[in-house]
T-cell receptor, first 117, second 111 residues
Framework: GAVVSQHPSRVICKSGTSVKIECRSL??????MFWYRQFPKQSLMLMAT?????????EQGVEKDKFLINHASLTLSTLTVTSAHPEDSSFYIC?????????????FGPGTRLTVL | DAKTTQPTSMDCAEGRAANLPCNHSTISGNEYVYWYRQIHSQGPQYIIH???NNETNEMASLIITEDRKSSTLILPHATLRDTAVYYC????????????FGSGTQLTVLP
């Protein structure tokens, strides 16, 4: 149980284009989903927290108009990197938490490797 | 959430127990200790968590000192596939609370 998937696993795009990354909780309903970014040889850094049906809360320094997050259902959250640039190249990882009586342990997706040319 | 301190790296022989320490001297009474690991180029994997009692599951054991200022994650029989960065994270209960990742411990299991 507690499986989180991400799609795509890797994507290469041209500078200026937009990329959408999907995060799904496969066997539980996630009241809260988190988006992290990890640059090479660095630790995970939280980008934003999203709760189903409400606007995401972004961490300081993360542009909400550039990184659009939608959490329209209890099993799906999407991150869209708009007008991507080479400096956005990174490993993007989502996590999901069921909350409530199911506990608040976060389970992570396998990550999406984004390369912007 | 309280800050944690872990050694940068550790080696362990395959088949032996791997004991990974973590200091969290400023932990408060309602904060849990969580352990995750990240194998290269993968998302973090949940291992175990605890409040004050020792915990064991199919992956590992978590030993928390009586004063809760430190803990040890034990992998009883390390395999090459256990080579990863291990993160010790202290967090209050609550699904809306994020995990704050430090630098972790790079565990290398040697053949």
């Amino acid at each position: 149980g507690a499986v989180v998937s991400q799609h795509p696993s890797r994507v290469i795009c041209k500078s200026g284009t937009s990329v959408k990354i999907e995060c799904r909780s496969l066997d539980f309903q996630a009241t809260t989903m988190f988006w992290y970014r990890q640059f090479p040889k660095q630790s995970l850094m939280l980008m934003a927290t999203s709760n189903e049906g409400s606007k995401a809360t972004y961490e300081q320094g993360v542009e909400k108009d550039k990184f659009l997050i939608n959490h329209a259902s209890l099993t799906l959250s999407t991150l869209t990197v708009t007008s991507a640039h080479p400096e956005d190249s990174s490993f993007y990882i989502c996590s999901a938490s069921a909350g409530g009586s199911a506990g608040d342990t976060q389970y992570f997706g396998p990550g999406t490797r984004l390369t912007v040319l | 959430d309280a800050k944690t301190t872990q050694p940068t790296s550790m080696d362990c022989a395959e088949g032996r127990a791997a004991n990974l320490p973590c200091n969290h001297s400023t932990i408060s009474g309602n904060e849990y200790v969580y352990w995750y690991r990240q194998i290269h180029s993968q998302g973090p994997q949940y291992i175990i968590h605890g409040l004050k009692n020792n915990e064991t599951n199919e992956m590992a054991s978590l030993i928390i000192t009586e004063d809760r200022k430190s803990s040890t994650l034990i992998l009883p029989h390390a395999t090459l596939r256990d080579t990863a960065v291990y993160y010790c994270i202290v967090k209050k209960r609550g699904s809306a609370r994020q995990l704050t990742f430090g630098s972790g411990t790079q565990l290398t299991v040697l053949p």
